[in-house]
């Protein structure tokens, strides 16, 4: 485990374009393209000169006005040119920015795609032609409109443009400022970096938590509750003061206080008596935990990677190796790691022949349908990695922002906390990183920064006023501006529909507008509870997976949501039995009528795997409404409606005579209809098995 000095401010670099971005989080929103859907032509591929995906992340194509390998470039010259986008969260967007870097002129038409598909022009050109100026940032602002922003489609005509045509970014923002700025400088010195806003100063967390021996390495679990940390050399360890480091907890005794409980030992299989253990992080439902070393069958650890543990009733489990692909750390003593709250991204902080010096920040991705198995590391890419250490990583719960150590960028010491925000899917393209202040870094030591779901409440480890000059584990309150942006931190519990009683199961949690698969996590083995963290700006569709059950899937949209909350809900598995009911909880039509919206595919995705898997399965397909209107009008809508399901079903290779329908309007409520809260339950779509 890397126990380095942190310390230094971030020295100031020349920049051609200022970024809104930088500005504190949550003051305004500003999304640069994550995703590349859709083009007319190109180039190249991949990440090429001049593919499409060099429109992905902030404007980096330099010098502007010059052709550049890093902006796309259309195959040929051609009237009906387009590029299609899609950002990582949406948006109430007020503007869309495209950088034109070279030759602009040919956008004919700008067209924004809300969270439901639709499309919205927002910018026409009918006449385009050459502009004087050899490059353009191409500026649209308009009124915040009811629908939310989660993709731009580019339309160009570069035959009316001679030569190449090239466009380097497209962001959107939910304000009106200007996202870039041309020829801009930055200060130099001390002063260049707005220092991060705390509302606190370091509190020590007091006698129950910190000792006079060394405390070090915290890590809050994401419901801000548990707080492991390691304790060296201390009398109850499990090999007593000469055990070199074992992991401790303590657990939030009152929120408001801020008080945590007497701190114990974790005990084994996760401590041994002679060699130092560490916990690198814990998943958002307290199971599994990343160990720092390879747990031998004879006891002996292996510092050449990490190990997973999952509590049972039993406790924790033998911690299990990760078999990471071409894993290599040429730093004997010091390596980290830390799993993002997915599940879905290990990060590492390891020195590798194809690093750029020292410890860099590395990420490996699960393999396909082979557990404990990760993909080869995957540098961060320069804008984190320094030619001197970058260790201790921390991926807040929104999965975007990037806390870590770093020796080389300057600061107050040897090294200091910075923080990055991830820009696109590809993992190597991040914001310039940020100096976490005065505050926090210090002369003195101050290490691994640690925040939970929430993002109020950070902890860190620092020798400033600890006991009798320990190290200790302290906490701060960041200013609301400056937190990780806004999640949902969902509780629950998977139960039997019919006797309610737990069930042990896997949960897999997707976004709803893309059919992408954002995390998977396990019900604790006791009670059948879960815990999940979604990020905000997405409509989420959650299901339970258990042997002899069929899930009723559930949804959660939090496109809008602008704080951190919690809310519940509970996940429903129904027995595989002839007679048995299913309710179709993410099937979603346009309001009053029966075309089935986008993200209702997921759903219907899974309903057709699970037809072909049991090929003599046969359902009835039941449509409802609630109680308002013509009670002839919503019999008929349901009918409709349940008739589109089975044409879709019939579409994608389901033998129509297995599916039967039927629309029963208002007539089977299964909610009161006198509010619309209950009256939404409703309207539904479900089905009954009828043969097995």
């Known amino acids: 485990m890397n126990i380095s000095v942190m310390t230094r401010l971030l020295a100031a670099v020349p920049l051609v374009f200022s970024l809104l971005m930088a500005a504190p989080v949550q003051a305004q929103r500003v999304q640069w393209a994550a995703r590349l859907v859709a083009v007319s032509s190109y180039k190249s591929e991949g990440k090429d000169p001049f593919s499409p995906s060099q429109v992905l992340s902030t404007p980096n194509a330099l010098p502007l006005g010059q052709i550049s390998n890093d902006a796309w470039i259309p195959r040929k010259e051609g009237t009906n040119e387009f590029i299609e986008v899609r950002f990582a969260r949406s948006i109430a967007a007020q503007q869309v920015t495209i950088v034109e870097n070279f030759n602009p002129g040919s956008i004919v038409k700008v067209e924004l795609v809300d969270t439901k598909g639709e499309r919205h022009e927002v910018y026409s050109n009918p006449n385009p032609g050459p502009l004087p100026e050899p490059f353009r940032t191409l500026e649209i602002r308009f009124p915040a409109a009811d629908y939310r922003t989660l993709g731009v489609k580019v339309y160009m005509n570069t035959a009316k443009v001679e030569g190449v045509n090239q466009i380097d970014a497209i962001g959107i923002a939910d304000v009106a400022s200007t996202m870039v700025k041309q020829a801009f400088d930055a200060p130099k010195g001390p002063d260049a970096v707005a220092s991060t806003q705390f509302d606190?100063?370091?509190?020590?967390?007091?006698?129950?938590?910190?000792?006079?021996?060394?405390?070090?390495?915290?890590?809050?679990?994401?419901?801000?509750?548990?707080?492991?940390?390691?304790?060296?050399?201390?009398?109850?360890?499990?090999?007593?003061?000469?055990?070199?480091?074992?992991?401790?907890?303590?657990?939030?005794?009152?929120?408001?206080?801020?008080?945590?409980?007497?701190?114990?030992?974790?005990?084994?299989?996760?401590?041994?008596?002679?060699?130092?253990?560490?916990?690198?992080?814990?998943?958002?439902?307290g199971q599994n935990a990343i160990l720092i070393n390879i747990y031998n069958r004879d006891g002996t650890l292996d510092p050449l990677g990490c190990s997973l543990t999952k509590r049972t009733r039993m406790g924790w489990t033998p911690p299990v190796k990760q078999e990471i692909k071409d894993f290599v750390n040429l730093d004997k003593e010091h390596v980290d790691f830390f799993l993002a709250t997915s599940g879905k991204a290990l990060l590492m902080a390891v020195e590798r022949p194809d690093g750029r010096g020292g410890q860099d920040l590395f990420v490996s991705f699960p393999v396909p349908d082979a557990p404990n198995n990760w993909t080869k590391p995957k540098s961060l890419g320069p804008n984190v990695n320094t030619e001197k250490s970058d260790f201790a990583p921390f991926l807040a719960a929104d999965e975007k922002t990037l806390y870590f150590a770093s020796e080389g960028r300057g600061g107050y010491g040897k090294s200091d906390i910075f923080y990055t925000k991830r820009l696109d899917d590809t993992w190597t393209n991040w914001s310039p990183p940020r100096n976490l202040g005065p505050v926090v870094n210090s002369p003195d030591f101050d290490a691994y920064y640690t925040i939970s779901a929430a993002g109020q409440d950070a902890?860190?480890?620092?020798?400033?006023?600890?006991?009798?000059?320990?190290?200790?584990?302290?906490?701060?309150?960041?200013?609301?501006?400056?937190?990780?942006?806004?999640?949902?931190?969902?509780?629950?519990?998977?139960?039997?529909?019919?006797?309610?009683?737990?069930?042990?199961?896997?949960?897999?949690?997707?976004?709803?507008?893309?059919?992408?698969?954002?995390?998977?996590?396990?019900?604790d083995p006791i009670d059948g509870s879960y815990t999940i963290v979604l990020p905000s700006g997405v409509q989420y569709g959650m299901r339970a997976e258990a042997k002899g059950y069929i899930a009723e899937n559930a949804n959660l949209d939090v496109t809008a949501k602008d704080k951190y909350s919690e809310q519940k809900e509970d996940l429903f598995l129904v027995p595989f039995n002839v007679g048995q009911t299913v309710k179709l909880n993410n099937i979603f039509f346009q309001q009053s009528k029966?075309?089935?919206?986008?993200?209702?595919?997921?759903?219907?995705?899974?309903?057709?795997?699970?037809?072909?898997?049991?090929?003599?399965?046969?359902?009835?397909?039941?449509?409802?409404?609630?109680?308002?209107?013509?009670?002839?009008?919503?019999?008929?809508?349901?009918?409709?409606?349940?008739?589109?399901?089975?044409?879709?079903?019939?579409?994608?290779?389901?033998?129509?005579?297995?599916?039967?329908?039927?629309?029963?309007?208002?007539?089977?409520?299964?909610?009161?209809?006198?509010?619309?809260?209950?009256?939404?339950?409703?309207?539904?779509?479900?089905?009954?098995?009828?043969?097995?």
């Open 200 to 285: 606190s100063s370091l509190v020590n967390l007091g006698p129950n938590v910190n000792t006079r021996y060394v405390d070090t390495h915290p890590v809050i679990s994401p419901d801000g509750r548990t707080l492991y940390f390691a304790r060296q050399s201390h009398p109850g360890n499990i090999g007593g003061n000469r055990d070199p480091q074992d992991v401790w907890y303590s657990t939030l005794v009152s929120g408001k206080n801020k008080t945590w409980s007497q701190a114990k030992n974790l005990g084994g299989p996760v401590n041994t008596t002679e060699d130092p253990n560490g916990l690198a992080s814990v998943s958002a439902n």
């Open 594 to 692: 029966y075309y089935l919206n986008t993200n209702s595919y997921p759903e219907l995705a899974r309903l057709i795997r699970i037809m072909k898997e049991y090929p003599n399965l046969e359902i009835k397909i039941s449509g409802h409404t609630d109680n308002q209107g013509d009670p002839a009008l919503n019999l008929k809508l349901s009918q409709d409606r349940v008739n589109e399901v089975k044409k879709y079903l019939s579409s994608r290779g389901v033998n129509g005579s297995r599916i039967t329908t039927e629309g029963f309007g208002g007539s089977k409520p299964i909610a009161s209809n006198d509010q619309e809260e209950t009256r939404a339950k409703n309207r539904r779509v479900e089905f009954t098995i009828t043969k097995k």
């Open 459 to 523: 902890y860190l480890v620092s020798s400033r006023n600890g006991i009798d000059n320990s190290k200790d584990i302290f906490r701060i309150s960041l200013a609301p501006a400056f937190q990780p942006e806004v999640v949902t931190l969902v509780t629950g519990r998977v139960l039997d529909v019919n006797t309610k009683k737990p069930i042990r199961a896997i949960i897999h949690y997707e976004n709803l507008l893309t059919g992408e698969e954002i995390g998977v996590t396990e019900t």
